[in-house]
């Protein structure tokens, strides 16, 4: 269906705030920066501000949506005769081979991390995501195989397959914040994938195999 014209001016006044928002952050401090001083930036109301994002820390995080449902979506989409870590370990080795920015690997990525590490709220709302990028994976694992409510082997196996997923992202928001090359970083993660991958077990790696019929 097509994006009617109130819809598409909603969706660009919410990333020229957003933006806005991103750039004063990185160069102010999102501790420092107010709501007002976004508004007044981006030609707005406060109220308006708040009627995109709820909290201030949303205005940071204003593409988290994508990223707690990624581990869920890349098990969903395996392929046939694959397990769902060897899904995620397919497209994470993917994005970083790609050198992509969707896992940090970009110049400018440093000043983002800077940021967070700076605002103890932004540090809280980087522990919730990630708490709900595993909880909405054990939801697709307990989905995909149909384990009961109180089968713990879901919880499990989300908790290793998101170790894999959160030691990426951790050892590259460090290297980062470095200010190592995303080209150099790429390889040694990629490095660090294969030994991540030689202490999972067996159970871990053959776990939700998806049927070839």
Request: glycine share 6%; charged share 30%.
């Amino acid at each position: 269906m097509a994006e009617g014209l109130r819809e598409r001016k909603k969706r660009e006044t919410r990333q020229r705030i957003s933006d806005i928002a991103t750039g004063l952050f990185l160069e102010h401090g999102f501790v420092t920066v107010t709501i007002a001083e976004v508004a007044d930036a981006a030609d707005v109301s406060v109220n308006t501000v708040y009627n995109y994002f709820p909290a201030k820390e949303d205005l940071f995080f204003d593409r988290s949506a994508g990223i707690v449902d990624r581990l869920a979506r890349w098990v969903r989409a395996r392929d046939r005769g694959e397990s769902a870590v060897a899904a995620v370990l397919r497209e994470l080795r993917a994005e970083v081979e790609a050198v992509s920015p969707r896992v940090g690997l970009m110049e400018g990525y440093d000043r983002f991390m800077k940021a967070i590490h700076e605002a103890p709220a932004l540090r809280s709302r980087l522990w919730s995501i990630q708490q709900e990028i595993q909880d909405n994976l054990e939801a697709a694992l307990r989905e995909e195989t149909g384990a009961d409510p109180d089968d713990s082997l879901p919880t499990l196996i989300a908790g290793q397959i998101n170790w894999v997923h959160q030691t990426v992202m951790a050892v590259i928001g460090r290297e980062m914040l470095a200010g190592r090359n995303p080209d150099e970083v790429s390889r040694e993660v990629l490095l660090l994938l294969g030994e991540m991958e030689g202490l999972l077990s067996e159970k871990v790696l053959n776990y939700a195999v998806r049927p070839f019929q």
